[in-house]
């Protein structure tokens, strides 16, 4: 059964920085969407960006520009580089895995979701 765990949260100011990473585990099959999300008290899940199989990524507008994802292959890892930290990009951060050949970050229904990681950004 896949599993996938999230950590790399913690505190930051503004204008700081921070890599999420994600591992999938309990799987043979490396060809999966992952995704992450996140979640602030008080609001609903929000979708940030996701990546295939084929190494395609795409960016909700809402941090397009600051952050970037990715995927080691050879560690079943997925990133979340998250650069010019907000005090409003604090939440708790999920990542998310399934085997949709269609990958988008616009849904929530993902089969896999890890237990999510604290970011907290003050001014």
């Known amino acids: 059964e896949a599993q996938v765990v999230a950590s790399g949260g913690g505190s930051v100011s503004d204008g700081g920085s921070l890599t999420l990473s994600c591992r999938l585990t309990g799987s043979e099959y490396n060809s999966f969407c992952m995704a992450w999300f996140r979640q602030a008290p008080g609001k609903e899940r929000e979708g940030l960006a996701s990546f295939d199989e084929k190494g395609m990524s795409s960016y909700s507008d809402s941090i397009k520009g600051r952050f970037t994802i990715s995927k080691d292959r050879t560690k079943n890892t997925l990133y979340l580089q998250m650069n010019s930290l907000k005090p409003e990009d604090t939440a708790i951060y999920y990542c998310?895995?399934?085997?949709?050949?269609?990958?988008?970050?616009?849904?929530?229904?993902?089969?896999?979701w890890g237990q999510g990681t604290q970011v907290t950004v003050s001014s």
């Open positions: 998310a895995a399934d085997l949709w050949v269609q990958c988008t970050w616009s849904r929530a229904d993902f089969a896999t």
